[in-house]
């Protein structure tokens, strides 16, 4: 049984809704379109969803690029099971807001951690 032709491994998903994962953290969804011998994708109709608690928002991105190296994670979304259950979707400007806050928070915990870095915690 032979193998797949070098830089096919992604034909059978084209023009099927994919979740790409980059280094970065951000969640990209869109319709792959097209790919390269790098695993470079071109996404149609394609936006970021950020998750902040039981929130979420899509950032329209339209026709988006991805340079394969930073991506980390590429699946197909069931359509059945694409919206997240038991969340809340918000605008984009509410989910910026959450999610800026969050990064706040997520900083002043370091800070904190690093004042009480001279208790011995043994």
Do not use: C, W
């Not at 011998?37 to 109709?45: C, P, R």
Request: a negative charge.
């Amino acid at each position: 049984m032979e193998g797949a032709p070098p830089g096919t491994a992604l034909l059978e998903e084209l023009d099927r809704k994919q979740l790409i994962i980059l280094r970065d953290g951000r969640n990209i969804i869109g319709i792959l379109r097209s790919f390269d011998q790098f695993a470079n994708l071109v996404l149609a109709e394609a936006f970021e969803r950020i998750i902040v608690g039981d929130q979420y928002g899509d950032i329209p991105l339209g026709l988006y690029v991805i340079r394969g190296e930073n991506v980390v994670l590429l699946g197909q979304i069931d359509p059945a099971r694409e919206l997240p259950e038991g969340m809340t979707k918000v605008s984009v400007a509410d989910i910026k807001q959450a999610q800026k806050d969050e990064k706040t928070e997520d900083a002043l915990k370091g800070t904190m951690l690093k004042r009480m870095d001279f208790l011995d915690a043994e």
